[in-house]
């Protein structure tokens, strides 16, 4: 079965800081996907990736830093948190196939005070 | 701008009643619609999902149907269960799914 798991679960961060989540996925997938997800807005794509090495921009990349080393782990990071960056934020994999999914992890719940 | 909307934000239906959620999107391109359900505490998992070549889709209990004149789709579950009280997202993409617009998410809650 699909599995993507992300750490940490939750995590305070003070304003400034720097903050790295991370994503593994053990589905051998190629695309993996970072989202955040605030009520009213439902799920933004922030920075996705096609495989290891690369990383694109999503709808809203500004003040995010994508990394893909492997084919299994994803990271977002940001450099210098902010409080409008309080959010619920999912990691998801995906591959092609006549009925695409994406398989999303648990979250990791971010407050930056 | 929200390119996929979704509606309404949040519904209360009765056990063993019909509940529709719809969407509604501005990209022509998009031709690929799934919808998403999520439990609270939980990331979101695909519930059904349809093509633009197909006007209707059909699952269990669930069914999708797209209008690609109105660009337009919806969700109907029948007969609901209180086990299907969760957070419903429409989403589209004009690839075949690798890059998906979610819309921003209608919250069910099935009565007993």
């Known amino acids: 079965e699909a599995a993507v798991t992300q750490s940490p679960r939750n995590k305070v961060a003070v304003t400034g800081g720097k903050v790295t989540l991370s994503c593994n996925q053990t589905?051998?997938?190629?695309?993996m996907y970072w989202y955040r997800q605030d009520t009213g807005h439902g799920l933004r794509l922030i920075h996705y990736s096609y495989g290891a090495g690369s990383t694109e921009k999503g709808d809203i990349p500004d003040g995010y830093k994508a990394s893909r080393p492997s084919q299994e782990n994803f990271s977002l990071i940001l450099e210098l948190a902010t409080p409008s960056q309080t959010s619920v934020y999912f990691c998801a994999s995906g591959d092609w196939g006549p009925s695409y999914e994406q398989y999303f992890g648990p979250g990791t719940r971010l407050t930056v005070l | 701008q929200q390119q996929v909307r979704q509606s309404p934000q949040s519904l209360t239906v009765w056990e063993g009643g019909t509940t529709v959620l719809t969407c509604s999107y501005e990209d022509s391109t998009f031709n690929y619609f799934p919808w998403y359900q999520q439990f609270p505490g939980e990331g979101p998992a695909l519930l059904i999902s349809i093509l633009s070549v197909s006007d209707k889709k059909e699952d269990g209990r669930f069914t999708t149907f797209f209008n690609k004149r109105e660009k337009k789709l919806s969700l109907h579950i029948i007969d609901s269960q209180p086990g299907d009280s969760a957070t419903y997202f429409c989403?589209?993409?004009?690839?075949?799914?690798?890059?998906?617009?979610f819309g921003g998410g209608t919250r069910l809650t099935v009565r007993p």
């Open positions: 989403a589209a993409s004009g690839n075949a799914g690798a890059k998906l617009t």
């Open positions: 589905n051998n997938h190629n695309n």
